[in-house]
């Protein structure tokens, strides 16, 4: 099965460092866990199980939440306001739990950055800067601290550039949402012709 991004792996360099042969590897974090050294992806059986927990907790409930408030905004979805409202309650829980766990912390796992703040600070970036306003940052003061630090790192910022912080939300863009969703033209049926009327006898 192909898959997009794939990083193209050398199998015999692999074989002689690591006794064991692989093939292409199509999968976004297996690759930024090998490209990226035992430093972003533990040098620990438990400290890569740790930040193995963060990548999949960000993928499967912060992802889903987050695309369902921000499509809206793109013109990517409709205005559902019941999806909306669930992806938000989703969207908080996952931030309030996370606000209590960083409370005393600087970083995700350990004491440097890992794949586990480079994972969840990217899936928060368009939530920070298109939805999340000042207000909105005021309950969430430890993500944000954490944040900041995250995405002004050095690296960060040669990758993607800086991240501005959001001052006014977002909200849904109908004329947007109508470009990207043109209505089919309506087909006309052709008319019928009409028989002559038969002579009457």
């Known amino acids: 099965m192909t898959k997009s991004p794939v990083l193209c792996v050398d199998t015999?360099?692999?074989?002689?460092?690591?006794?064991?042969?692989?093939?292409?590897?199509?999968?976004?974090?297996?690759?930024?866990?090998?490209?990226?050294?035992?430093?972003?992806?533990?040098?620990?059986?438990?400290?890569?199980?740790?930040?193995?927990?963060?990548?999949?907790?960000?993928?499967?409930?912060?992802?889903?939440?987050?695309?369902?408030?921000?499509?809206?905004?793109?013109?990517?979805?409709?205005?559902?306001?019941?999806?909306?409202?669930?992806?938000?309650?989703?969207?908080?829980?996952?931030?309030?739990?996370?606000?209590g766990y960083l409370a005393d912390k600087t970083y995700l796992v350990g004491e440097a950055v890992t794949l586990a703040d480079l994972t969840v600070a990217m899936y928060l970036r368009d939530m920070y800067n298109m939805i999340l306003d000042e207000g909105a940052r005021a309950k969430y003061t430890n993500v944000t601290r954490w944040f900041t630090t995250i995405i002004n790192q050095d690296e960060v910022t040669r990758v993607i550039g800086t991240t501005a912080l959001c001052t006014k939300p977002a909200q849904f863009d109908a004329k947007l949402f109508a470009a990207n969703h043109p209505k089919p033209a309506k087909q006309e049926k052709p008319k019928q012709e009409q028989k002559p009327k038969e002579a009457a006898n």
């Open 12 to 99: 015999t360099a692999l074989t002689q460092s690591t006794g064991s042969s692989a093939g292409n590897i199509g999968d976004t974090f297996a690759i930024a866990s090998l490209v990226g050294g035992s430093a972003l992806r533990g040098d620990d059986e438990v400290t890569r199980c740790q930040i193995t927990q963060f990548m999949n907790q960000a993928e499967t409930s912060l992802f889903p939440a987050a695309c369902q408030i921000l499509y809206p905004c793109w013109g990517l979805m409709p205005n559902n306001k019941n999806v909306i409202s669930k992806a938000r309650e989703q969207f908080d829980g996952y931030m309030s739990a996370l606000e």
